[in-house]
């Protein structure tokens, strides 16, 4: 099952991705983890990409595309993977698509988690309130998130037509609570099982 979870920042992506990658026994991967362990380690990379992801931008294609191709080459992708945070624009969907092409495989399903505007920032106040000063995120601050919301509005929901011709793309309303969203995931998944 090779799969992308799309949508905005504070959709639930992360928590859906964990519980299709348990449930599936695929690996999730998620180019702002492998950004912040690159950032958490001072690497090259990480020095690029910091000033970037703590603006709220996009980091360039090339990096993040570099590194899915070289995750996807690894053992625990050969069942399949969960693509959380990566295409962001329309270039590196392009790039996906050569990439599975030279592997001779292709996308499932792209599974889009629907949610407005005014709930993601709701959404993300209670995440500072949880996480305390210590586990906050330097991109879950309200004025971030403005501009990540921007940046998947002009950038990445473009993504949907894209992924809307292909036959591909399946919606899940993400303004139910995390157990519905769940639920209607498991339905599609269990869809695409079936063929
Ligand atoms: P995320 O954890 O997916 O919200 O990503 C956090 C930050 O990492 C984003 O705001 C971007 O700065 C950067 N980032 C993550 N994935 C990508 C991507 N596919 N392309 C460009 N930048 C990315």
Excluded: H
């Excluded at 910091?50 to 690894?74: F, H, Q, S, T």
């Excluded at 921007?150 to 037509?161: C, G, K």
């Amino acid at each position: 099952m090779k799969l992308i979870l799309l949508g905005p920042p504070g959709a639930g992506k992360g928590t859906q991705a964990q519980r299709i990658s348990t449930a599936y026994g695929i690996p999730q991967l998620s180019t702002g983890d492998m950004l912040r362990a690159a950032v958490a380690q001072g690497t090259k990379v990480g020095k690029k990409a910091k000033p970037l992801m703590d603006a709220g931008k996009l980091v360039p294609d090339d990096i993040v595309v570099g590194a899915i191709a070289d995750r996807i080459e690894a053992p625990d992708c050969k069942p399949g993977f969960i693509l959380d945070g990566f295409p962001r624009n329309v270039a590196q969907a392009k790039a996906l698509d050569e990439m599975l092409k030279k592997k001779k495989t292709a996308l499932d399903v792209v599974i889009e988690i629907r949610v407005d505007e005014a709930e993601l920032f709701n959404r993300i106040e209670t995440r500072i309130k949880q996480a305390g000063e210590a586990g906050v995120r330097a991109d879950d601050n309200p004025e971030t998130l403005k501009k990540r919301i921007e940046v998947y509005r002009e950038q990445t929901a473009p993504l949907i037509p894209y992924y809307q011709k292909t036959g591909k793309l399946k919606v899940v309303d993400g303004m139910q609570p995390v157990e519905a969203v769940w639920g209607q995931i498991q339905a599609i998944l269990k869809g695409v099982e079936r063929g």
